[in-house]
Antibody, heavy 120, light 106 residues
Framework: EVMLLESGGEVVDLGGSLRLSCVAS????????MAWVRQAPGRGLEWVAA????????FYADDAEGRFTISKDVSKNTLYLHTTHLRAEDTATYHC?????????????WGPGTLVTVSS | IVLTQSPATLSVSPGESATLSCRAS??????LAWYQHKHGQAPRLLIY???TRATGVPARFSGSGSGTDFTLTISSLQSEDFALYYC??????????FGGGTKVEI
């Protein structure tokens, strides 16, 4: 069964850093595009970052550019999101998601998410 | 590309049909997906390519449209269908964009 499970979310101070992880099972992260999508409390889904199947290309929302880094470790079958200079508005549940097929940037499945709370 | 979903909330009774709209600020061709999201759970892909149902999605879910105007129709709503629904475009990006969502409630 293809599954994703995020971890690493916690309460972090304003301006702090955090690394989120997403362990994949049932497929290789090296074969698919992957993405991080977040949902702030009371708000809708917001795309944060994506990485190509080969890992050679990365893409970021304007708000994440320069602060967040998406990467993947094929040997650990894990997707990461390294977040820095965290702001109050980064408080959200962060979901990882698998591209539908190689080169696709619509997503299935998704993980249940990990909660990041940025505290001032 | 901005995606505008309407209505924000749709109140329907079980067994009735629901029609959800997603309008794009510029054409996205047929590069549009629909997701269902229940609180505390992982979002679930329903439709991609504007009208292709994902594996395991019941036939009561159907997508239509192209260009800038899209519709997700849920016929004969079941209790498990009450959730939030989002559209997403992948035609012209970055950024990948989602609509603001439609809540389907009893």
């Amino acid at each position: 069964e293809v599954m994703l499970l995020e971890s690493g979310g916690e309460v972090v101070d304003l301006g702090g850093s955090l690394r989120l992880s997403c362990v994949a099972s049932g497929f290789s992260v090296g074969g698919y595009a992957m993405a991080w999508v977040r949902q702030a409390p009371g708000r809708g889904l917001e795309w944060v970052a994506a990485i190509s199947g080969s890992g050679g290309a990365t893409f970021y929302a304007d708000d994440a550019e320069g602060r967040f880094t998406i990467s993947k470790d094929v040997s650990k079958n894990t997707l990461y999101l390294h977040t820095t200079h965290l702001r109050a508005e980064d408080t959200a549940t962060y979901h990882c998601a698998k591209g539908f097929d190689f080169g696709d940037y619509w997503f299935e499945p998704w993980g249940p998410g990990t909660l990041v709370t940025v505290s001032s | 590309i901005v995606l505008t979903q309407s209505p924000a909330t749709l109140s329907v009774s079980p067994g009735e049909s629901a029609t959800l709209s997603c309008r794009a600020s510029q054409t996205v061709g047929r590069n549009l997906a629909w997701y269902q999201h229940k609180h505390g759970q992982a979002p679930r892909l329903l439709i991609y390519g504007a009208f292709t149902r994902a594996t395991g999605v019941p036939a009561r879910f159907s997508g239509s449209g192209s260009g800038t105007d899209f519709t997700l129709t849920i016929s004969s709503l079941q209790s498990e269908d009450f959730a939030l629904y989002y559209c997403q475009q992948y035609n012209n990006w970055p950024p990948l964009t989602f609509g603001g969502g439609t809540k389907v409630e009893i």
